[in-house]
Structures are given as C-alpha cells and as structure tokens.
C-alpha cells in the first residue's frame, strides 16, 4: 500500500519570506503523480502543483516549486515570497495512474505572518 | 464554468438518522471520487464512479454507507443510522476522463451527528 507522510503539522513564515514543506512517501511504483494541494478555511482544495514521476525536471509554478527526490521518495514543496494568501492546509497526495484515487498525507498548517 | 458543488454546506443530524449528501461534478466530468475528512483519520478516500462501470468502493467503511451516481452525473452519498464517528467534511471530486491524474474538488459538506 502507498503512504503518503508529512512530519510538520504547523509551520508559519513572514511574508515575502520563503518557506519549505517536507512530504515523504512510500511506493514500489516505478511511475506515479504527486500533488500538491492547498485547503483554506473555505475547504476547496486547490491543486497547487503536480510532478510525474518519470520526469526529473522539478516543476514550477510560478512562486511554488517542488524539490522531487525519486530515489529518497521525498517531494517538498518550496513557497517563495510568501503572501498573506497562501495560509492554509497543504496536503501532499500521490496517484499511482489517471484514474486512480488520491492518497494524502496528513497536512501542514502553514500561517504567514504579516 | 461552474466548478464541483456540493450540498447541503453543513448538516447537522441526530444519532441514527440517515443522511443524504449531494455532489454536482463539473460538466461533462466522466470520473467522480468521494473523499472524508475527518480529525482523527485525516483524509480517505470512499467511492469511485467511472462512466458506466461498476464503481470502487472499496474505501466505504461500512455497510451503513452507500453511493449512487445518477445519468452519470450527479452523485449522493447516503449515510444510514449515523453515528458520532461519522462527524467529517465530505469532499466530492470530479475528473474530466478516467486518463486524467487531475482531480477538482468541490467546498465539501461538514456533517455533524449529535
């Protein structure tokens, strides 16, 4: 079974500062997608970013970025210029194909301070 | 156009009564997945619709929970003889073809059993 493990459940940061969130996690895949996805107090999940694992360019979208470490199975995700905006949940997921259901970690609560 | 919604937003209930719980996917969205979130269990998936193939549910938790997707479209999941355990925000989510990793989620319904 795939796991999916985050180990900091709050992190806070100031704005215009930059912040990285830590995700762990397990599979004997070869080929995979992970997400990124962002939760605010409105409850809509918001994809943020997404890495296939067959490519070793880290993606990027515009401020977020990923750092995909396939062999150590790690895929953190980097805030630059952190905005007041980006406080929420963040959940890293992984699907194993399209189609298939999403496995979360289990959040960081990110605050960013003014 | 019009995202995932969902409905009732919140829904409170008595112990042992049921409850139904509606998703409208996107337009045209083929796939449809539902997800709990709870404190205790963070975030499961349920029920996968695909098309007009059998659905997976093999993340439902017990008998007392059931899932229906009318015409290929609208999804309501009913929750029979509720307990206090089944307290979480329900989270539906829609994909535009079984191919595709990329799923949109809907603001959730937060059910509360007293």
């Known amino acids: 079974a795939q796991t999916v493990t985050q180990s900091q459940p709050e992190m806070s940061v100031q704005e215009a500062e930059t912040v990285t969130l830590s995700c762990t996690y397990d599979?004997?895949?070869?080929?995979?997608?992970l997400f990124w996805y962002k939760q605010p107090p409105s409850r809509q999940m918001i994809l943020v970013i997404r890495q296939e694992a067959y490519k070793q360019q880290n993606a990027t979208e515009n401020r977020f970025s990923v750092n995909f470490q396939k062999a150590a199975k790690s895929f953190s995700l980097k805030i630059s210029d952190s905005q007041l905006g980006d406080t929420a949940m963040y959940f890293c997921?992984?699907?194993?194909?399209?189609?298939?259901?999403?496995?979360f970690g289990e959040g960081t609560q990110l605050t960013v301070n003014p | 156009g019009a995202g995932v919604s969902q409905s009732p937003s919140n829904k409170v209930t008595e112990k042992g009564k049921d409850v139904e719980l509606r998703c409208d996917p996107i337009?045209?969205?083929?796939?449809l997945y539902w997800y709990r979130q709870s404190l205790g269990q963070g975030l499961e998936f349920l029920i996968y619709f695909q098309g007009n193939s059998a659905p997976d549910k093999s993340g439902l938790p017990s008998d007392r929970f059931s899932a229906e997707r009318t015409g290929g479209s609208v999804s309501t999941l009913t929750i029979q003889r509720t307990q206090q355990e089944d307290s979480a925000v329900y989270l539906c989510a829609s994909s535009p073809t079984f191919s595709s990793y990329e799923q949109y989620f809907g603001p959730g319904t937060r059910l509360t059993v007293t």
């Open positions: 997921a992984f699907t194993w194909f399209a189609g298939s259901r999403l496995t």
């Open positions: 599979t004997s895949e070869n080929n995979y997608y």
């Open positions: 337009s045209g969205h083929t796939a």
